[in-house]
């Protein structure tokens, strides 16, 4: 696939209504789309120094398979009221199915098909992109190098973009905690925690005391360096993933060019 089909691919790939339609499904407070973008962008990052190792390592089938690897997420009855990581450990090639249906779609709808041993690459990738934790383990390049990238996003990006600065002007309305956390989006746990964080960032006892001081500074400190810069980021790639496809192709370009 050369770098203009590639970029054709993955604009398609990203404008599916499947794959769009993993916005309205959230894993801990981010949606599944904004994760595939995320998983994606690392494998970027890193495809350099994966290619350096294994120079015959495909590009198209990272790509795909990153954007693709949860895809199985927008099909809950697939699940039968288990968890995706339990499918994953069961019976993944239901999850390979789901990522069958899109590719599927592509060619149908848009004339975009992969080559044989490039659609098995795809397949194996969402198939054992739970690695150790799942069925399937990674055999190739490609299928280690997504696996990773979603295992560190699952760990350090799979965070509720909220702090206490969105949650105290709805308890300040008198709304009770739970209706804030369905207004946001999020669990009435994460509220929480997210208050005792700025409590405990401002010094004060309680988020009776953290709505005082909201009121009188416009603002409170939302937690531990790492939680605000996890939330900055996490905010960063839903603006990111918002502007897809058009925000991923200068990447997707400066990799597939040999410049990343």
């Known amino acids: ?105 592509l060619a149908a709808v848009g004339g975009l098909s992969l080559s044989p041993d490039r659609r098995r690459q795809v397949e194996h990738i969402v198939a054992s992109h739970h690695g150790r934790f799942g069925k399937v383990r990674p055999l190739t390049p490609e299928a280690h190098l997504v696996h990773l990238c979603d295992l560190y996003s699952s760990t350090n990006h799979r965070v509720a973009p909220v702090d206490s600065n969105d949650i105290l002007p709805l308890l300040s309305t008198g709304c009770r905690m739970q209706h804030v956390g369905v207004l946001l989006g999020i669990g009435r746990e994460v509220v929480k925690s997210r208050l005792a964080e700025s409590c405990r960032a401002e010094h004060v006892r309680d988020w009776v005391e953290l709505l005082g001081v909201w009121k009188s500074q416009g603002s409170v400190a939302s937690g531990p360096p790492e939680r605000t810069e996890q939330i900055r980021q996490v905010r960063r790639l839903i603006e990111i993933s918002r502007e897809a496809p058009d925000s991923l192709m200068p990447e997707l370009r400066a990799v597939a060019r040999g410049k990343g």
Request: proline letters at 5%; one cysteine or more.
């Open 1 to 105: 696939m050369i770098d203009e089909e590639l970029e054709v691919y993955i604009r398609a790939l990203v404008a599916a209504p499947r794959m769009r339609a993993l916005w309205d499904v959230c894993d801990r407070g981010v949606p599944v789309f904004v994760h595939s973008v995320d998983v994606l962008l690392l494998c970027l990052g890193r495809f350099p120094e994966w290619q350096a190792r294994s120079s015959r390592i495909d590009l198209a089938a990272v790509a795909i398979g990153a954007m693709l690897h949860d895809s199985s997420k927008l099909d809950p009855h697939l699940l039968h009221g288990c968890s995706h990581s339990h499918l994953m450990s069961v019976d993944p090639d239901l999850a390979v199915d789901a990522a069958r249906h899109v590719l599927d779609e």
